[in-house]
Nanobody
């Protein structure tokens, strides 16, 4: 059973930054796409970003994340990251990481973490 554990959420003022981490037990981690999603209260879960391929060099972003968020991964440490800059109150949500073998973009993930709360105050 693959396990994912997010960390790094918290409370931040608008314009601030947070870095989320996701520790993944999948082996080999390099064969798995790592995705990030979020769910705000009363809204559906939405795609944020994904990091694909063994080198971690191919990434996809939702429009709202482009230019503010950066997804990356350290395959040697089985860990993914989501650096979030210039945060806005509308970024407030529970953020989830997800993983799946092969190439994925915004759907089709097999494994999910428990989520970490990000709250952005105005």
């Amino acid at each position: 059973q693959v396990q994912l554990v997010e960390s790094g959420g918290g409370l931040v003022q608008a314009g601030g930054s947070l870095r989320l981490s996701c520790a993944v037990s999948a082996r080999p981690f390099s064969w798995h796409t790592l995705g990030w999603f979020r769910q705000a209260p009363g809204k559906d879960r939405e795609f944020v970003a994904s990091v694909i391929d063994q080198s971690g060099g191919l990434t996809y972003y939702a429009d709202f994340a482009e230019g503010r968020f950066t997804a990356s991964r350290d395959n040697a440490k089985n860990t993914g990251f989501l650096q979030m800059n210039n945060l806005r109150p509308e970024d407030t949500a529970v953020y989830y990481c997800a993983a799946s073998p092969g190439n994925r973009r915004d759907r089709g993930y097999n494994y999910w973490g428990q989520g970490t709360q990000v709250t952005v105050s105005s």
